[in-house]
């Protein structure tokens, strides 16, 4: 297997989010070798999006994708006119900044306003995200914004996103988007799909279809102690990373690798020292 | 849809493993007109195996499964023959119960003495899970003692389980057992399985196959804190326990209903309190 490509390392900001504003994370991206950004809205929101945008291109970087829109299910019509909507603007900004494509988290199950959820109708969740997506992708196409949806590990079905398996989202995108324009594909995030036997088949899927938009990198750790905040750098995990790298490349995946780590532990440490190690672990373990 | 059969409760001894011992539970278990329950082997060990299965027989107890054996895969021959003869103790002690199944909890990558994960091959795992079923399968058909696989939640792939899906242990059973005999079969938990886009489908390929030998409840929390030991109460997550049996039913499964429960917040309940918990919520929203 060749080694992963430096020019192709990304980095998802939420990494340093908790060091770093923005624009200490575009420099550090710089600074590191780092080509890529993947920037989180709420960051994005902080910095202001023109800023933003202006300063990406300055330094040179490819926006691999923009987080996130997604969460369509609502208890009512209103609340999923809300989703609508903000989905809509999350789009118009990820043109902004020139993104590759659209992040989509698709949410659980539909939640009251302090966030419980309020029905125990998977099925029904499902449903409401594929008329989500579906409507979502009537704005986003015309646009020129790919629409990346993303597996979530099964861990967070209730309350993050009930598309739980590459099958799942390759079902809605056979569904959603026949004609595979690209308009509308998936993120492979290691850390979701992992464990699923079918994982080589529906990469391969993906690929024949031409629907891998993103490769998100971080590994599973051996004890898990947060269901949240303890996702491992890799190397770090039990991931078999080079070999989920070599079925993307070999589906004709060929866009850029994006470390994207949610974890206490590196939240607490160095930036430096975190986008040092993403570098080396990259080349060595990746 | 018809009110869930009284009679059909069982308990798993985990659910109030910190608090009452073997024989406490056994006692417990009559008081609150429990009639099924499946011990763990520590347990019984500590309370006597000859001991504990006059106990169960004395108060007229069905044995719903005996938890547990598995964790095949390990990182030489010997010990994958050390898990092959633990195990094979494991269907005699069954046995010795009257137990109707021994649950299969398969075990994930292979590990060192001090538990770590040495291998990042989940498919490998997974053949030596493969065979070692096939292995123990030769003991336990002659014996008589019905193996039950447990597919696990993918959160607990790498140190529990590589079985995680049902599709996937009905694929397992398809390939070991094709004659349908019983030998081998499914558990449902619906704490690890109720995610599943395929969940209807698989459960009712299980029961076409009379591969239903158990089903454990519990309930899915929102949030859930610990990746162990914060199942929830029936009635108190998100699963729609009510559908699943519906499903089972449909399938053909006539057998008891398991309330299996790992709980630091249960475990520091009154027991007699848990015990008609359990009683009122099997009754009310399973």
């Known amino acids: 297997m060749t080694a992963p490509d430096p020019l192709l390392l990304s980095l998802n900001t939420a990494t340093v989010r908790a060091q770093w504003t923005m624009d200490q994370i575009v420099e550090g991206c710089t600074r590191h070798g780092i080509r890529g950004i993947a920037p989180w809205r709420d960051q994005v929101a902080h910095a202001g999006l023109i800023a933003t945008a202006q300063r990406v291109r300055e330094h040179g970087l490819v926006v691999t994708g923009y987080c996130r829109g997604g969460m369509f299910p609502a208890v009512d019509a209103a609340g999923r006119r809300a989703a609508r909507d903000d989905n809509r603007r999350a789009v118009d900004e990820a043109l902004a900044l020139g993104a590759r494509c659209l992040v989509l988290v698709v949410g659980g199950l539909p939640k009251d306003a302090a966030g419980r959820p309020v029905s125990k109708d998977l099925a029904g969740a499902r449903a409401m995200v594929r008329d989500g997506i579906a409507e979502l992708l009537e704005y986003a196409r015309p646009a ?67 629907r891998l938009l993103a490769h998100h990198l971080c590994d599973w750790l051996v004890p898990t102690t947060d269901l949240l905040n303890d996702r491992g750098m890799m190397g770090d995990g039990v991931i078999d990373l080079p070999r989920i790298r070599q079925w993307m490349e070999a589906a004709g995946y060929r866009g850029f690798h994006e470390v994207e780590i949610f974890s206490t532990r590196w939240w607490k440490t160095d930036p430096d020292v975190v986008l040092d190690t993403c570098v080396r672990r990259y080349r060595d373990v990746t």
């Not at 009930?162 to 026949?178: K, S």
């Not at 594909?185 to 529906?202: F, M, N, S, T």
């Open 144 to 210: 020129g914004m790919p629409l990346a949806i993303e597996p979530l590990h099964p861990m967070y079905a209730a309350d993050r996103a009930c598309i739980n398996t590459l099958a799942q989202a390759n079902d809605v995108c056979d569904e959603l988007a026949p004609e595979d324009d690209g308009a509308l594909g998936v993120v492979i995030d290691v850390y979701h799909v992992w464990w699923d036997p079918h994982l080589a088949r529906e990469i391969a899927r993906a690929g024949a279809h031409k």
